[in-house]
């Protein structure tokens, strides 16, 4: 049988575990509706440039992901203010280095 390694989180709710009481079932309810909102999924009709279609198309293919997924990940990752843009990153720290 394979051994589990925990993560030092992990690890402290496992050696904690009898401090946690289960949900009532109203709570666990309402957390069940909160997680199956969030992985509800709509479809949106959208007027896109032609050429950045083909971009993202060929973007997605050199991610290894349909070209629909890249869009929703992109949005998600902007809404959620995941969205790294990484030529602001180099400039600031080209400032930083000058200033430095």
């Given at each position: 049988m394979k051994k589990?390694?925990?993560?030092?989180?992990?690890?402290?709710?496992?050696?904690?575990?009898?401090?946690?009481?289960?949900?009532?079932?109203?709570?666990?309810?309402?957390?069940?509706a909160i997680i199956q909102r969030a992985n509800e999924k709509k479809n949106i009709s959208l007027r896109v440039n032609s050429q950045d279609i083909d971009l993202?198309?060929?973007r997605a293919e050199h991610e290894g992901v349909p070209y629909q997924?890249?869009?929703?990940?992109?949005?998600?990752?902007?809404?959620?203010?995941?969205?790294?843009?990484?030529?602001?990153?180099v400039k600031s720290i080209r400032l930083l280095k000058l200033a430095g």
């Open positions: 589990t390694i925990l993560d030092n989180y992990e690890q402290e709710i496992e050696n904690n575990i009898s401090k946690y009481k289960p949900a009532s079932p109203a709570k666990r309810k309402k957390i069940e993202l198309k060929l997924i890249l869009i929703s990940s992109i949005l998600h990752k902007f809404v959620s203010e995941q969205l790294i843009d990484q030529k602001n990153i």
